[in-house]
T-cell receptor, first 115, second 112 residues
Framework: EAQVTQNPRYLITVTGKKLTVTCSQN?????MSWYRQDPGLGLRQIYY???????DKGDVPEGYKVSRKEKRNFPLILESPSPNQTSLYFC??????????????FGPGTRLTVT | AQSVSQHNHHVILSEAASLELGCNYS??????LFWYVQYPGQHLQLLLK??????LVKGIKGFEAEFIKSKFSFNLRKPSVQWSDTAEYFC??????????FGKGTRLSVIA
């Protein structure tokens, strides 16, 4: 089944404790992206990757890191989480961007609480 | 930079009422347009998309959207909503080789 998986689905952590949220897709998609969703703010892009070893900042990259060592995986790293990073996070992938209306497939979401 | 505006933050309708959700974007060139839906507690799913051709696009579950280039708009419509349409709806636009830009979403509540 074509899907985007994220782990963990729920995470409660404390300020400053490094964490990684994994994202994996099995559709051989080139493009992957991380979003955070906050009430009243919609979806804001954190980082995206056009292909392996190619990553770019989105609208709200501060406090986050990503890597794209393999095509299927795109982990999101919070080196020193803070309470303002409490949010619902979605990973997404698509065949590509540009040149056509490529649908983005979303993961189930990770609800992160930083205390 | 590209921006997407969804004018209605929260819409409340009775079952069988007609729905129209507004979406306007800022980019003047060629665009790809999308509507995504997020049911309570779930991830986003594609409702419909427009790339070229007929500006009236039909999607799943009886939804449709009309692209009006002169108005930079891509409004979502459904003739008769059901309780199960309660969800948050996001308009999104990409303009070629740039990442998808989402609107802030419109929450639809359908009451019996």
């Amino acid at each position: 089944e074509a899907q985007v998986t994220q782990n963990p689905r729920y995470l409660i952590t404390v300020t400053g404790k490094k964490l990684t949220v994994t994202c994996s897709q099995n559709m051989n998609h080139e493009y992957m992206s991380w979003y955070r969703q906050d009430p009243g703010l919609g979806l804001r892009q954190i980082y995206y990757s056009m292909n392996v070893e190619v990553t770019d900042k989105g609208d709200v990259p501060e406090g986050y890191k990503v890597s794209r060592k393999e095509k299927r995986n795109f982990p999101l790293i919070l080196e020193s989480p803070s309470p303002n990073q409490t949010s619902l996070y979605f990973c997404a992938s698509s065949l590509s961007i540009g040149g056509g209306p490529y649908e983005q497939y979303f993961g189930p979401g990770t609800r992160l609480t930083v205390t | 930079a590209q921006s997407v505006s969804q004018h209605n933050h929260h819409v409340i309708l009775s079952e069988a009422a007609s729905l129209e959700l507004g979406c306007n974007y800022s980019y003047g060139g060629t665009v790809n347009l999308f509507w995504y839906v997020q049911y309570p507690g779930q991830h986003l799913q594609l409702l419909l998309k427009y790339f070229s051709g007929d500006p009236l696009v039909k999607g799943i579950k009886g939804f449709e959207a009309e692209f009006i280039k002169s108005k930079f708009s891509f409004n979502l419509r459904k003739p008769s909503v059901q309780w199960s349409d309660t969800a948050e709806y996001f308009c999104a636009v990409d303009s070629g080789n740039t990442p998808l830009v989402f609107g802030k979403g419109t929450r639809l509540s359908v009451i019996a």
